[in-house]
């Protein structure tokens, strides 16, 4: 860069994007300028412009405070894409490589340098900070500073040493989760207190939220991928290892790419299975929980949950794997009683104290709550994340085909009944046998074909009696005996229902399609929907996978989808046309502007 050019020209040039997005702009403005910010944006809403640009636009170098390895040479190696002068210095690295960095850096040869915490705050590093140019600070992942999120981390509390001992360059700390009380610790540790807040909203609205009953959660999920999702890469979450393994397994024997990941495979293993997520096209992870931090990847289309989160935290964090580049994605699960029951009895029965349970239940009914909800899903999530949508968002399950409910009060009444009558030491298929009036002889061995409530149910189907208990136990009217085999337990809060003091509301649930995903037709099928051109499209696909394996690097730093699907539409000839293209800037229309419009003109 010579004399200092305009953010404008640098998101063209660099980065071959039209304009910034809301927000950005100010940001960038704001940092430019020499002035501190706090940001606040929905994972994919574009934090790395926010710093990118203000450090190709300001005189010297930006340090980029980063909490994960694999995430900073990920942003190195996409930003030398761009033709931008990027580095990091961390533990990977030996004493040659470290000691190179550094004299760039020293040099003003570099336009970014990306640091762990712990290097940063060595004092080395702050040493040669000193004698160095800085353009800014950029702390990444801040909410690494507050000590109540889940991702704390110790040498983030030490970086307040920037404010004091850097007083004239300005500082930039960006999160994607953080709440009112987050982000006023965030503000408070790193002295931004002063600092402008920029706040955008969490919706992530590219993603598709739906959450089904469970009826074979196998056969749903290879359903759900074959028609809206074959060929894209995703997520499929489950709880525990063997789980992950069959799926993964069951997805394999169906001709899906799926590869397990868990704390229980060797660690080569594991790294090699999310080297391929990262590489190769369309490749699907089962995994536990464990998978997924520190991914960058923009184009993971789906996200499956087989088993419920533990909390909205989670499955927010979870589902916002997908879609970071913006595209239509999918986040997707089943959920059933077992489900409801199997988490409740593993929080009741768990170490912890009164005030830690009391804690977990309350996040533990809020994503309940979720499931069981009638009305818009993102309008839910986002008030629990003190955000407010104000209309429907038209792009989740219940939007899409909202469900009915019925007048439960009185099946309500009969199932607590039963629970009541036979003595509250009998799981679901026990109480609904009863409830139908079925003759069998355990029924008989306990004389329960002679309580009041035996057969009184039979206007209801197994299924729908399923679906009665289901509500029950996640609106917390009955438990599940922690110590027992999920015995049913009445809660004092059933006593009105018992009654008939209070009607009930249920949820009708959807009878089963074959295809679960016809609702979601404006979902992962969207993004092929886009695509008029299939045979183009894996053309140009498997370009970017040539060229992508000839460095080492991974298919979508060469170019994001997202700059595909705009090259199929435009089908530019002269790499002028070729530089229109959202996402070609000069430096890979250079490299790689020919190689495309080669592959372009094959298409006719
Ligand atoms: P975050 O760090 O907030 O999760 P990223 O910085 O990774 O988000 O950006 C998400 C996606 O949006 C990336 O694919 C990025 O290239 C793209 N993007 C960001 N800003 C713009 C813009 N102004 N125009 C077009 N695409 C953008
Ligand atoms: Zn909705």
Request: glycine share 8%.
């Amino acid at each position: 860069m010579d004399t200092t050019p305009d953010p404008q020209a640098v998101l063209r040039q660099v980065f071959g994007y039209e304009q910034f997005r809301p927000l950005q702009g100010d940001i960038i403005h704001e940092v430019v300028a020499g002035g501190n910010a706090l940001v606040l944006m929905p994972t994919g809403g574009g934090k790395s412009l926010c710093y990118q640009v203000p450090a190709l636009v300001r005189p010297g170098t930006a340090i980029v405070v980063s909490p994960l390895i694999a995430l900073m040479q990920d942003q190195v190696t996409a930003l030398r894409q761009l033709g931008v002068r990027a580095a990091f210095l961390n533990s990977s690295m030996d004493y040659e490589q470290a000691r190179d960095t550094e004299s760039a850096l020293l040099n003003g040869d570099l336009d970014l340098l990306y640091c762990a915490p712990e290097r940063l705050l060595q004092p080395r590093t702050l040493g040669l900070l000193h004698q160095s140019a800085l353009s800014l600070f950029a702390i990444d992942e801040a909410h690494c500073v507050s000590q109540w999120g889940h991702d704390f981390r110790a040498d983030y509390l030490g970086l307040d040493i920037l404010a004091r001992e850097f007083p004239a360059v300005p500082r930039i700390a960006l999160t994607a989760t953080a709440d009112e009380r987050t982000r006023k610790e965030i503000a408070e540790r790193l002295s931004l207190t002063d600092a402008r807040h920029f706040v955008s909203g969490f919706d992530r609205p590219n993603i598709q939220y739906r959450i089904a009953p469970k009826t074979n959660a196998n056969s749903q999920l290879v359903d759900f991928i074959k028609t809206e999702h074959n060929g894209d890469a995703g997520i499929v979450y489950c709880l525990s290892r063997n789980k992950v393994e069959a799926t993964a397994r069951l997805l394999r024997d169906k001709g899906l790419t799926a590869l397990p990941y868990h704390a229980g495979l060797p660690a080569e293993q594991r790294a090699a299975h999310q080297e391929r997520f990262l590489r190769e096209d369309g490749v699907i992870v089962v995994a536990t929980i464990a998978f997924g931090m520190g991914i960058d990847k923009p184009d993971v289309r789906f996200v499956a949950h087989m088993d419920l989160p533990k909390s909205l935290e989670s499955y927010y964090q979870e589902t916002g794997r997908a879609g970071r580049d913006g595209n239509p994605s999918t986040a997707w699960m089943v959920y059933g009683l077992q489900d409801v029951i199997k988490l409740r009895q593993m929080l009741e029965g768990s170490m912890g104290s009164d005030q830690f349970k009391r804690v977990e239940r309350q996040k533990m009914d809020a994503m309940l709550g979720l499931c069981e909800v009638t009305s818009c899903r993102r309008q839910a999530l986002l008030r629990y994340f003190g955000d407010t949508l104000e209309t429907p968002c038209g792009n989740c399950d219940t939007c899409l085909t909202p469900p009915e409910t019925w007048d439960g009060t009185v099946a309500v009444q009969k199932a607590l009944s039963c629970v009541f009558r036979t003595g509250q030491r009998f799981g679901v298929s026990y109480l609904i046998d009863v409830l139908r009036g079925s003759e069998n002889d355990r029924i008989r061995q306990f004389g329960h074909h002679e309580v009041s409530t035996y057969g009184i149910g039979k206007d209801l189907t197994v299924n729908e009696w399923k679906s009665v208990f289901r509500q029950l136990v996640a609106n917390g009217y009955l438990r599940a005996d922690p110590d027992g085999y999920g015995a049913l337990q009445l809660t004092e809060s059933c006593r009105p229902l018992l009654q008939g003091k209070q009607a009930v509301e249920l949820r009708k649930d959807p009878a089963v399609k074959k295809s679960a995903g016809r609702s979601g037709s404006r979902s992962g099928s969207a993004v092929r929907a886009q695509i008029t051109d299939h045979d183009g499209w894996e053309v140009l696909r498997a370009c970017r996978k040539e060229l992508a394996d000839k460095q080492g690097v991974p298919p979508y730093v060469i170019f994001h989808d997202t700059t595909l699907f705009d090259m199929l539409e435009r089908k530019p000839a002269t790499l002028e046309e070729l530089a229109e293209v959202s996402g070609v800037g000069s430096a890979k229309l250079e490299k790689y502007g020919e190689t495309f419009l080669q592959a372009i003109a094959q298409l006719g």
